[in-house]
């Protein structure tokens, strides 16, 4: 099939202090999210004088694709648009309307499946054509990208670097800490056509990561960022129980890889390198933050190889993947459905 454009589609994030309040509340807008929890994260947000990273990520994100698909000779315009935050996803499907683009590929800032890292941003797209009319383009997702060597290698090097700043001679109680944003159990239980998708495919990636970056090393993959009202179950141990627990337990080090995320935004500069470190202080443990693949080569050249999946004849048959759980391009009706409310 023929695509007239990409477009790059992410969370969105404030970029002045005023804009905190207004953000966070178009990201938990009839998802039970209580006041005080939303106040304790604007002052994270506050904290880093009311920018969160991930916009100015998109565009360094947005600016190498464009260069990579430069170089390679890909004649497809790049626009961005976002979920919670300008550029808003329906004045980015509105443009791409009065430019003429019949035909656009979404390339979507999150490896995995689940309702918030899949189906809600399908509805994103949903919504944002719907605003603009019948003359809005034809959106098509890009397939998750959780096992996919661009994605994977990245991930590994930043542990095999971050590995190299703890002290070798405690390798052997030394530990990897892979996370990801925790999600409700009902969710997680919703994601992908079978159910439990998310956690699944987390699995796998921090299987992958490890075995290139340090099979000798025991690791565990736990959540952090829990949102929601307490009474809700979500996905734990959370990484902050995790690091006490394994300090109790003898280990020394530990590398903290957040395997869940592609760029370092305020959940990793907050959650892990506020909140985490100062746990893993209190504890006793060495601690290393991996980085995430951000602008890596790889991983822009990723987005790429995906684009050619979906328009070069065969090129579904030219996957480049790691793993083994069952992958598609486009979702069937019953993946990922929104958790019901409690
Ligand atoms: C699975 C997942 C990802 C990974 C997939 C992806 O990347 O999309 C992710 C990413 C992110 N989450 C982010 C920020 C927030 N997430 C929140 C709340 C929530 N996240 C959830 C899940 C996820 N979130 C869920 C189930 C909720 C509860 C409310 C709801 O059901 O929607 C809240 C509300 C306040 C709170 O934390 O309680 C905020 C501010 C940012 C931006 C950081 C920045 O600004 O740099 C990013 C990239
Ligand atoms: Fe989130």
């Known amino acids: 099939m023929a695509y007239d454009a990409l477009v790059l589609v992410s969370f969105g994030g404030p970029e002045r202090p005023e804009d905190v309040l207004p953000f966070l509340q178009n990201v938990t807008r009839g998802r039970g999210v209580p006041p005080e929890r939303l106040a304790e994260v604007a002052e994270h947000y506050q904290h880093f004088g009311g920018v969160s990273p991930i916009n100015q990520q998109c565009r360094d994100l947005l600016a190498a694709i464009r260069a990579d698909f430069a170089a390679h000779g890909v004649d497809l315009p790049v626009y961005w648009g976002n979920r919670n935050w300008h550029p808003m996803l329906a004045d980015t499907v509105a443009q791409l309307r009065d430019d003429g683009v019949r035909t656009a590929l979404a390339f979507v800032t999150s490896a995995y499946g689940g309702y918030s890292s899949c189906r809600q941003y399908q509805e994103d797209i949903a919504r944002a054509r719907a605003a603009v009319g019948p003359d809005a383009p034809v959106i098509d997702k890009l397939r998750q990208f959780w096992d996919h060597p661009g994605f994977v290698e990245p991930h590994a090097d930043a542990v095999r670097a971050a590995l190299a700043q703890l002290d070798p001679a405690r390798r052997a109680t030394t530990?990897?800490?892979?996370?990801?944003?925790?999600?409700?159990?009902?969710?997680?239980?919703?994601?992908?056509?079978?159910?439990?998708?998310?956690?699944?495919?987390?699995?796998?990636?921090?299987?992958?990561?490890?075995?290139?970056?340090?099979?000798?090393?025991?690791?565990?993959?736990?959540?952090?960022?829990?949102?929601?009202?307490?009474?809700?179950?979500?996905?734990?141990?959370?990484?902050?129980?995790?690091?006490?627990?394994?300090?109790?337990?003898?280990?020394?080090?530990?590398?903290?890889?957040?395997?869940?995320?592609?760029?370092?935004?305020?959940?990793?500069?907050?959650?892990?390198?506020?909140?985490?470190?100062?746990?893993?202080?209190?504890?006793?443990?060495?601690?290393?933050?991996?980085?995430?693949?951000?602008?890596?080569?790889?991983?822009?050249?990723?987005?790429?190889?995906?684009?050619?999946?979906?328009?070069?004849?065969?090129?579904?048959?030219?996957?480049?993947?790691?793993?083994?759980?069952?992958?598609?391009?486009t979702c069937p009706a019953v993946c990922c459905v929104p958790a019901r409310r409690p």
């Not at 956690?199 to 993959?221: C, F, G, K, N, S």
């Open 175 to 329: 530990r990897l800490v892979f996370t990801a944003h925790s999600i409700p159990t009902s969710m997680a239980a919703n994601a992908g056509p079978h159910g439990n998708r998310y956690p699944a495919q987390l699995a796998e990636t921090a299987r992958l990561v490890r075995a290139a970056a340090a099979p000798d090393l025991p690791y565990d993959l736990v959540w952090q960022s829990r949102s929601g009202p307490p009474h809700v179950p979500w996905l734990e141990p959370d990484v902050n129980d995790h690091l006490a627990a394994l300090a109790e337990a003898g280990t020394t080090s530990v590398v903290v890889s957040p395997i869940g995320f592609v760029s370092d935004h305020l959940e990793v500069v907050w959650d892990l390198d506020t909140e985490a470190l100062e746990t893993a202080k209190r504890v006793g443990l060495d601690f290393v933050r991996a980085a995430t693949p951000g602008t890596d080569p790889r991983f822009v050249a990723m987005v790429r190889e995906l684009v050619a999946e979906r328009t070069e004849p065969g090129g579904e048959r030219r996957r480049r993947r790691l793993g083994e759980l069952p992958l598609w391009d």
